[in-house]
């Protein structure tokens, strides 16, 4: 069977739902994923949690994803419609081999798509590739399946609960963009002792407000105006799915993803001294420094959830957050990127502190960055373009080269790297002082210029 190549990303399989994700399609991933599964854990009737979010088109999807699981001998246990940590979630709590979460993430609502995981780590890069060839093949299995319904939300909600508690009431604003957090994340947050305003907290899958991207400044407009409006501690917004937390804190200001993970390292490394703390390569270094000041030690790794993921569990690294909002949390939990017990916590830790939010950020060392910034090329020339930045700045800088190249300069740093998932190379910049910053923007036009690359916008 022929498939849209694109559709088949390193970290999960996501398109335009009337261009790309025909009944036969699905039918015939549900097959391929349960035959995969059935290979991976010996197991000929793999049970396989399945979880669906709030678009229109998850429905129908559900049906006959589930169709094609059956068909290969799979026991799906269907958990209903929840957001992904959820579903992460029940791969745990359940007796699973491992599951599938329907869902588009940060995507418009035309898009939806599918994350396929074993029980404690997601397929990735070769692994979604080898679904792929099994559908190419039709090379699947068939079985006696079953279906069956298992909601898990309140064992989820009750699970929370038990692991958070607030010291005193907070005060926080909430937007989960008409998605997955609409279900239940407000109820969640006043159960463990918040108080919680909401905004766009009705289920929504055409996502009307706003996209569902707490972390661009755009998409978190109105909770910025109503946190300052209300004079609340801070601001809380959800991806479309879950597994990404976007902050505001206490005047307004959006809070980056590498903040918010020194707020949450600072308060890991108080639950386990000297230990270790994973941040990707985006991450300012301010991050790095105060990983240091505060006992822990720093490690940078790789972008990409996944990736992260299995790293942390390799290693045994309790903590580790990324840019983009995914946070991992290894420690009494099982290492997946919850953005509902992310919010939770992060009420916690404002709760035990005198601190506002704004005052915290503010105790990091600031340093003048970029936005990340995406120039858009070939597949082809987005490796070329590393490859060479590489060559160029390895023989003149000092360079860490996990992911692209990240070029240590005297007063600041300069990343390069090739998306995983679309033809874009990643560019993203920091400097002690304004100079600084316009001296290493200018080190890397000279290099993009070198390679014939125009047009580059930093978008400051």
């Not at 229109?56 to 026991?75: I, K, Q």
């Not at 992460?88 to 979460?101: K, S």
């Not at 390799?314 to 919850?338: A, K, R, V």
Request: one cysteine or more; proline letters at 4%; aromatic letters at 8%.
């Amino acid at each position: 069977m022929k498939t849209p190549a694109h559709i088949f990303r390193e970290y999960d399989v996501r398109g335009l739902v009337e261009e790309d994700l025909s009944d036969d399609l699905v039918r015939a991933l549900g097959r391929a994923f349960a035959t995969f599964m059935r290979r991976a854990s010996g197991s000929e009737r793999p049970a396989l949690a399945l979880g669906w979010d709030v678009r229109p088109s998850s429905a129908r999807l559900r049906d006959r994803l589930a169709e094609g699981m059956v068909a290969a001998g799979a026991r799906v246990v269907d958990i209903g419609l929840v957001p992904t940590p959820v579903l992460y979630y029940a791969c745990h709590r359940l007796p699973t081999e491992g599951g599938v979460m329907i869902t588009g993430s940060h995507n418009p609502p035309e898009y939806n798509g599918f994350k396929l995981g074993y029980r404690d780590l997601p397929l990735s890069g070769a692994e979604i590739q080898a679904v792929r060839e099994l559908i190419e093949a039709e090379d699947w299995d068939a079985g006696e399946g079953a279906l069956e319904e298992r909601p898990i939300t309140d064992d989820y909600c009750d699970m929370v609960a038990a692991k958070v508690r607030l010291s005193r009431p907070v005060r926080v604003v909430l937007d989960p963009a008409n998605a997955t957090g609409a279900l239940f994340a407000g109820d969640l947050l006043e159960r463990v002792g918040a108080v919680v305003d909401r905004i766009y907290d009705e289920v929504d899958g055409t996502f009307p407000n706003h996209h569902p991207d707490p972390t661009v400044d755009l998409y978190v407009t109105d909770l910025r105006a109503r946190v300052v409006e209300t004079s609340a501690e801070a601001g809380i917004g959800l991806d479309g799915d879950c597994d990404r937390i976007g902050a505001v804190d206490n005047r307004g200001k959006l809070v980056r993803g590498d903040q918010l993970t020194a707020i949450f390292a600072r308060d890991q490394l108080r639950r386990t001294p000297g230990a270790r703390i994973l941040f990707d390569v985006k991450s300012s270094r301010a991050l790095e420094e105060d990983i240091r000041d505060h006992g822990g030690v720093p490690f940078m790794w790789k972008t990409g959830h996944s990736l992260a993921k299995q790293k942390m569990k390799e290693d045994g690294i309790p903590f580790g957050g990324e840019m983009s909002g995914h946070l991992f949390f290894f420690d009494d939990y099982w290492g997946f990127d919850d953005a509902i017990f992310a919010a939770c916590r992060l009420c916690e830790i404002l709760s035990l502190s005198e601190e506002s939010l704004a005052e915290k950020v503010g105790s990091l060392k600031r340093y003048f960055s970029t936005p990340e910034v995406r120039l858009d090329t070939t597949e082809e020339k987005k490796w070329q373009l590393v490859i060479a930045a590489k060559e160029y700045f390895g023989s003149r800088y000092d360079t860490v080269d996990i992911d692209g190249v990240r070029v240590a300069f005297d007063h600041g740093w300069a990343l390069l790297r090739a998306s995983n998932t679309q033809p874009v190379v990643v560019l993203r910049a920091e400097g002690e002082s304004e100079a600084d910053l316009r001296e290493i923007k200018g080190e890397i036009e000279s290099f993009l210029a070198s390679q014939r690359v125009d047009g580059m916008s930093w978008g400051t």
